[in-house]
């Protein structure tokens, strides 16, 4: 069974919440969601069956991807390579939807991986992805070197907003595949390629 087949082979741990049936303090959240993407996630719908953390968790998650000062090119950047980071397929599927909605250069969505090297990328995205990527892999052991570049580049405002950023987007990862969160229908073909890039 390949990646994708085992993803969407799953069963979500939780019912995935009738809109009509969401809280009043949700419902607000989902009226936020539909003017911003046009739909409610899945992921919204399968947190409705908690209400006061899943209000929460959903106002919290909602408030940083504005991407604060950094702006939403490259937050959604650093979103898209800590969900890949933590094979995420529902988040990466997400977080690609919405890049390429925005325009952004198919180049940096095809070549996350690669940041390092790949020239579709500034030194300024580079090193924010390579903070990203540590914080996501080991983040007690991030290395002076990043720190470093991290503390050239950034302000201290954009350095914490980079620091929630990857770390809320890594705590999506793990609700939605913790609770096991299928795709969208309308979603179902980027999430195969997703799964297919995971493999590689």
């Known amino acids: 069974m390949d990646k994708y087949e085992d993803f ?34 899945n992921s919204a719908r399968a947190m409705a069956n908690s209400d006061d953390l899943a209000v929460a968790a959903r106002s919290f998650l909602s408030d940083i991807w504005t991407g604060g000062s950094l702006g939403l090119e490259l937050a959604y950047l650093v979103r898209l390579i800590v969900s890949n980071l933590n094979s995420c397929v529902y988040c990466s599927t997400h977080q690609i939807k919405a890049l390429v909605k925005m325009g952004i250069d198919e180049e940096k969505i095809q070549n996350i991986h690669d940041f390092r090297a790949h020239p579709a990328f500034s030194a300024r995205e580079r090193l924010a992805l390579e903070y990203g990527a540590a914080l996501t892999q080991d983040s007690a052991n991030i290395s002076d070197k990043i720190a470093a570049g991290l503390v050239a580049e950034f302000s201290p405002e954009e350095r914490v907003e980079l620091t929630i950023i990857a770390a809320g987007m890594g705590m999506l990862n793990r609700i939605n595949d913790g609770l096991r969160v299928p795709i969208e229908d309308a979603s179902k073909d980027t999430a195969e390629a997703v799964a297919a890039s995971f493999e590689g």
């Open 8 to 41: 969407s082979a799953r069963e979500c741990l939780v019912p995935l919440v009738e809109i009509n049936d969401f809280s009043p303090a949700f419902a607000k959240l989902a009226e936020r969601s539909i003017q911003k993407y046009g739909r409610v996630s």
